[in-house]
């Protein structure tokens, strides 16, 4: 199993650059403060059920670009 982890979810996100002396700079590469949380997989069919959902099948030559 990889790190195996599941439920990743953002818990908190905002624009703490703001009041920054480079803030343009942040602003500029839409910079954000954010918190996060995930969980190790209990077994190894936790692990590969996420996977499996988070899978889809892409075509191959599709690069979602125009005039790929």
Excluded: C, H, Y
Excluded at 56 to 68: D, L, N, S
Aim: hydrophobic share 45%.
């Amino acid at each position: 199993m990889a790190a195996g982890f599941v439920g990743f979810e953002f818990t908190w996100r905002k624009d703490v650059f703001s009041d920054a002396p480079q803030a343009g700079s942040a602003e500029k590469f839409g910079t954000l403060g954010i918190n996060f949380r995930v969980r190790k997989a209990a077994n190894e069919e936790e692990w590969t059920a996420t996977m499996a959902a988070l899978s889809r099948e892409i075509p191959i030559g599709a690069t979602g670009e125009e005039g790929a």
